[in-house]
């Protein structure tokens, strides 16, 4: 066989190698995050902060078949390709789940929760005030949880490769229990694996399943938006956000 031949036969592999290693270059420096929590826990919002977009006041998940997906760049073309997954109707959720966790597995995990605030939804076609019984919205909180969380668990162990996966159970809405026995660090400790709660109890569940070794998990406070009278200022605002953004960082090889 002829130099110019074996050349031609060669240019397939060295494209394909070469192709690999932009995927690679870009999966680096953009990881995919998915953004998973019930219906009303503010993922959107959060989302919005985190991809330096503005608010939208009208931010219907509900139903919604399409997985939103935002870039965050810094000065450094760095950042994420956040994913939401729909809070509810239970068809399109669990597609989700699957898409974000089997089909196109992510990098990362932001799992949001309310502490039992998420704000209500009303039905389709319905109109007037929403009812919103706490150990009710925990209670459902958990159960949310708990679907995710075997998604992620089964994700984990099929990973032939060592990769980070960090679960960071954000706790958002904290202006609306400051003033709570304990506050903000007895709440995130209720969400914290070995806390002896429900909560907790599911998360050591999930670092069995999916073995320590391949997952991370860690416990922050957010806080995306601040309501009129609001006892938490911007500043402390800004602080959580930059304290999620600056882990995110660490686990995902920025820093």
Known sequence: MSDSRRGLRTVPSTL????DRVTGVFQHR?????VTGMTGVGK???VDHLAGRPRRDDPSEAGSAVMERRVRRDRRLRGFRFRVVPGENAATRLGA???VFHDDPV????HVVANGHATGRRPAGTTGAVEVDREEQLARELEDWTVTAHRIASMAVRRPRPTW???VVVVTKVDLFLDEPGGIDEVVRSYSPGSGTPFGDRLDELRALAGAAKLSIDVLPACSRLDPGSPLSAKQRDAYLAALEARMGQLAGHV
């Open 16 to 19: 394909a190698r070469g192709r």
């Open 30 to 34: 953009y990881p995919t995050v998915a």
């Open 44 to 46: 959107t919002e959060l």
């Open 97 to 99: 789940l699957d898409e």
């Open 107 to 110: 990098d990362g995990v932001l």
């Open 165 to 167: 996966l960090v679960v």
